[in-house]
């Protein structure tokens, strides 16, 4: 071991005694030969081709006093060289080891592997997406290696950490990419046209569940020139809707509200009426982008079996909530499924296949985040903060989320 990783090794662990006084008190840790290290290893996932940095947000992550290193390739598949990134500022590493030595700050978009997440510097600072389900492996990884995990999904929806919200960046990527490749797959065009041999009528898409990945398909949707219908469950959506030309279905239910501008978990009841009344819609649809989602929740069922051998001959579903479960009961996860002339994609984390865009988006968002921890070149955890107190899932050996600590099932813990 390097002496100054030895002694940033020591600086840690004399930190970590006293590490929850020091949080609670919004003290300073983490700091490596001056600067705080921001690291952003390879992603290793299959089919992950998104990376949390990009040559734009390079200098502003060091006008906040840090050092960036990023491991070679890591920016490649989603257009961005290492000799780019060097030139914004960035180190670049040969290998992960390199790239994580001396890390106070690692950056990643997909949650760690448990490999990953044992090759993470003891008591380092981790951002990446990290959702309440991630498995008790990882997680008790995490927990042993006393990381203090921030997670996309947590960061609160809340006007001030608009910026930071990865989740919105990501979904309206996913919304367009869900057309695009919707579109590509009917067998018919999407606008009207007006020809010589006569009329031919624009194609009908329905979109279910308007949030921010709905209001992308539909605005996409209407750019391609299609008839758009859309629903959900939240009264809210209707005016955005309709501010981008698309007709909101209402449906006569007595819909039960939930907090923070999300749906709440329906009951069978209600899905099953819902079911009934948009019956009508869908199987009058070419294309129906379903984009549905409870959050930490599976997604609800809004297209049956029986309802798919109802629909057109040609239509086509892309189902957004693959990763949850899926809209559709048909879906399987990252696959297309043909039934009785209907094609179903559930092809998952859309994003990643327009690399560029939603890395450059992610990039933002990390920025973002950095901004809010670090001050003065350090990272600062003010837990009377609600960005930071929602945000981080883990610190001091503690897992600080009701439902992720649900999932892993690791007994009762404080947050
Ligand atoms: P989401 O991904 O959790 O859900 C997608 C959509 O599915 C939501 O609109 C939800 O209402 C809908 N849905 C759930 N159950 C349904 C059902 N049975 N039938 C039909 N639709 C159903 O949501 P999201 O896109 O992440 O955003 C949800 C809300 O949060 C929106 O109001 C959005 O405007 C708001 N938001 C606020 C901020 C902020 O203030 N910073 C940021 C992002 C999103």
Redesign the pocket.
């Known amino acids: 071991m390097g002496t100054a990783l030895r002694a940033w090794t020591a600086r840690v662990c004399r930190l970590s005694g006293c590490a929850r006084q020091a949080a609670r008190l919004g003290a300073r840790l983490l700091r490596y030969d001056g600067a705080v290290k921001l690291s952003v290893p390879r992603e290793t996932a299959p089919g992950e081709r998104r990376t949390p940095l990009s040559p734009d947000s390079i200098p502003r992550l060091k006008s906040l006093g840090l050092e960036v290193c990023v491991e070679a390739g890591a920016g490649i598949e989603a257009g961005f060289s290492d000799e780019s990134l060097a030139a914004a500022g960035a180190e670049v590493a040969p290998d992960r080891s390199g790239c994580l030595a001396g890390a106070g700050l690692v950056c990643k978009v997909q949650p760690p592997s448990a490999e990953e997440a044992a090759a993470l510097p003891e008591g380092s600072a981790l951002i990446s997406f990290l959702p309440t389900s991630t498995s008790a492996e990882v997680v008790t990884e995490l927990l042993r290696r006393r990381v203090t995990a921030f997670s996309f999904e947590l960061v609160?929806?809340?006007?001030r950490?608009?910026a930071m919200?990865a989740?919105?960046s990501q979904?309206s990527i996913g919304g367009y990419k869900a057309v695009l490749v919707g579109a590509a797959r009917l067998a018919k065009i999407l606008p009207l046209q007006m020809t010589a041999a006569g009329t031919v009528a624009p194609a009908r898409v329905l979109v279910?569940?308007?949030?921010?990945?709905?209001?992308q398909a539909i605005a996409t949707a209407r750019r391609l020139g299609a008839v758009v219908e859309a629903?959900?469950?939240?009264s809210?959506?209707k005016e955005?809707v309709q501010s981008l030309g698309a007709t909101f279905v209402e449906l006569d239910l007595e819909v039960q509200e939930?907090e923070?501008?999300?749906?709440?978990?329906?009951s069978e009841e209600?899905?099953q009426r819902?079911r009934e009344l948009i019956a009508q819609r869908v199987e009058q649809s070419d294309l129906v982008v379903t984009?549905?989602?409870?959050?930490g929740r599976k997604?609800?069922i809004?297209i049956t079996k029986e309802l798919v051998e109802r629909m057109r001959v040609g239509a086509v579903i892309v189902d957004l909530a693959a990763d949850t479960g899926g809209?559709c009961e048909l879906t399987r996860p990252g696959e297309e499924v043909q039934v009785g002339g209907v094609v179903i994609l559930g092809w998952r984390n859309l994003p990643a296949t327009v690399p560029t865009t939603a890395s450059q988006m992610l990039a933002r968002n990390v920025a973002a985040i950095a901004g809010h921890l670090i001050k003065e070149g350090e990272l600062v955890l003010d837990f009377d903060d609600e960005i930071t107190a929602g945000s981080c899932a883990l610190h001091d050996g503690q897992i600080r989320n009701q439902l992720m600590r649900e999932a892993a099932q690791l007994g009762p813990g404080p947050g």
Do not use: C, H, K, W
């Open positions: 609160p929806r809340i006007s950490a608009q919200d989740l919105s979904a279910m569940g308007a949030g921010v990945a709905g209001l629903t959900d469950v939240r809210a959506a955005e939930g923070g501008g999300y749906a709440r978990e329906q209600f899905l819902q984009t549905a989602a409870v959050p997604a609800p809004l809209n």
